[in-house]
């Protein structure tokens, strides 16, 4: 479902831009692209030895 809200903090080309952008198809594998980038990122915060791999090795075991 999709909604046609509108954010009252977006400038009116901003919100072009974002409406366009929620209609683009995203494939499973830039998902989980995203997902194991945004895990990389916040797992970094806390440990400074994390690195993407051990981000993508612990993503491939936790999909069994």
Known sequence: ??????????????????????????????????RQSFAYGNAKIENDRITPNMIAQAADHLKG
């Open 1 to 34: 479902m999709q909604h046609k809200q509108k954010c009252a903090s977006f400038p009116p080309e901003l919100q072009v831009l974002y409406d366009q952008a929620k209609n683009i198809p995203v494939s499973a594998g830039d998902a989980e692209a995203q």
